[in-house]
């Protein structure tokens, strides 16, 4: 779709909305493109590394009490920091 800089002046939220939903709209000055509303880029989730020790309890947990480990102990024993 192509609209005039005036008529996307007048109707930004119902061209945003068409946009959200996927539409690319193409913005014209004297019936030449200048400008192009498009849907911004999805935000990517983050992935755990699969080494995640909290995703691989049966190779990195193991049997036993814990005693007073401190949480620098803790990070050592399980991520070898």
Do not use: C
Not at 25 to 52: E, N, T
């Amino acid at each position: 779709m192509t609209v005039n800089i005036h008529a996307a002046k007048t109707r930004l939220s119902d061209l945003v909305a068409r946009v959200e939903k996927g539409e690319r709209i193409i913005i014209a000055r004297a019936g030449k493109p200048v400008a192009q509303l498009v849907p911004a880029p999805k935000a990517r989730r983050r992935s755990l590394p699969p080494d995640d020790p909290l995703l691989n309890l049966d190779r990195f947990g193991f049997d036993g009490p814990g005693g007073k480990l401190t949480s620098k102990e803790i990070d050592r024993i399980v991520y070898g920091a």
